[in-house]
């Protein structure tokens, strides 16, 4: 996974970026996450589950670094953080693999099925290539605690393309 960033216009508060933390946790997470902030460094993880955690790192007065494990879920969750941050503190979002800056969406991807939809978009897919994408999001839901569950969102209909061209 690439590393993303937030770039505020003023200086960065630990108290008010916790807060926030907090406040995300809440609106996307049910508070499911546990934050440990240690100084300028912030751990979201899901109890012991390593594939369900991010790391954010206060980089200077201006920037933020977050880290996520590998795998979807965590990449999912770097970019409701990034963007919410970035929403909250009127910054930008960057990231290591693009050289342009963005701005923040709020309320991008409120769901795992939305963060989903966005990645089988980025590709050119055929109908069989999104029923197969359909499969295997079934098979990685079923996977999960089962708290976690409540925060997949609906599942994709394989009988149904989302909204991106298909080229043969």
Not at 47 to 53: A, E, G, L, S, V
Not at 97 to 125: D, G, H
């Amino acid at each position: 996974m690439n590393h993303t960033f937030v770039t505020v216009k003023g200086s960065l508060s630990k108290n008010k970026l916790h807060d926030i933390l907090l406040k995300i946790n809440e609106k996307y997470y049910n508070n499911l996450f546990t934050i440990i902030n240690n100084g300028n460094y912030w751990e979201i993880q899901y109890k012991d589950y390593w594939q369900y955690r991010i790391q954010i790192t206060i980089d200077s007065k201006r920037k933020l670094h977050i880290r996520p494990s590998p795998g979807k879920f965590s990449g999912w969750m770097e970019t409701v953080f990034q963007n919410e941050i970035a929403f909250q503190l009127k910054g930008t979002c960057s990231c290591e693999a693009f050289s342009e800056k963005w701005k923040p969406v709020e309320n991008k991807y409120p769901t795992y099925r939305s963060y989903w939809s966005m990645l089988c978009e980025q590709n050119i897919l055929k109908l069989e290539d999104w029923q197969f994408i359909c499969y295997m999001y079934e098979k990685e839901i079923k996977c999960w605690p089962e708290e976690l569950k409540i925060l997949a969102g609906e599942s994709p209909n394989p009988n149904i393309l989302p909204n991106f061209e298909s080229v043969e």
